[in-house]
């Protein structure tokens, strides 16, 4: 069964630095999201992206948060200067278009910032 | 605005046992409701949705729920739990039809004791 594919598993990052967090979503998935979850916490939704442009955010996606969908396979998360409170572990999703398909997650990238 | 709420962060239920977790939500419009099931070091799996065609869901691995709009609940049952149904279990509610803004409970560890 085809899955979403994230790398890396784990990133460790100091504080101010810039990650980027990929994914590989499912080929014939045309809706690519990110959702977060801070240990303890509830997870969250943070973006959407449908034909090439976000299609909604939360208030968590900030001016420091962008999404890009690079070549044809790849949906990538970067944060431009991390801070303490960006760790989480980040999930990548991607659905089919419409009639409330079903989103296919990810395993997760644990970012943690020191 | 939506919100859930899952009753009981720890769940544990002896093998064989009936599975109930509790799922209150809230929304402002009839609303689509799933759950989710993560495994250890793994992404979150869908297990069951409500889109308004049966009030009564089924799911994969003997999981179903019943969605009460007079409860406003959306509990999730299994008549006898396994070993391998040990995970946490997220409830998640979403008002859009097309792109999955999922807005999710803060989740239900089950543990299954032999």
């Known amino acids: 069964e085809p899955e979403v594919t994230q790398t890396p598993s784990h990133q460790v990052t100091q504080m101010g630095q810039e990650v980027i967090l990929r994914c590989v979503p499912i080929s014939n998935h045309l809706y690519f999201y990110w959702y977060r979850q801070i240990l303890g916490q509830k997870v969250e939704f943070l973006v959407s992206?449908?034909?090439?442009?976000?299609?909604?955010k939360s208030e968590i996606f900030d001016d420091q948060f962008s999404v890009e969908r690079p070549d044809g396979s790849n949906f990538t998360l970067k944060i431009r200067s991390t801070k303490l409170e960006d760790s989480a572990m980040y999930f990548c999703?991607?659905?089919?278009?419409?009639?409330?398909?079903?989103?296919?997650f990810g395993n997760g990238t644990r970012l943690t910032v020191t | 605005a939506q919100s859930v709420t899952q009753l009981g962060s720890h769940v544990s239920v002896s093998e064989g046992a009936l599975v109930l977790l509790r799922c209150n939500y809230s929304?402002?419009?009839?609303?689509?409701l799933f759950w989710y099931v993560q495994y250890p070091n793994q992404g979150l799996q869908l297990l069951l949705k409500y889109t308004s065609a049966a009030t009564l869901v089924k799911g994969i691995n003997g999981f179903e729920a019943e969605f009460k709009k007079s409860e406003t609940s959306f509990h999730l049952t299994k008549p006898s739990a396994h070993m391998s149904d040990a995970a946490e279990y997220f409830c998640?509610?979403?008002?859009?039809?097309?792109?999955?803004?999922?807005?999710f409970g803060q989740g239900t560890r089950l543990t299954i004791n032999p």
């Open positions: 929304s402002s419009v009839p609303p689509y």
């Open positions: 992206f449908y034909n090439n442009e976000i299609s909604e």
């Open positions: 999703a991607s659905s089919v278009v419409g009639d409330n398909s079903p989103l296919h």
């Open positions: 998640a509610v979403s008002e859009s039809e097309g792109a999955q803004k999922l807005v």
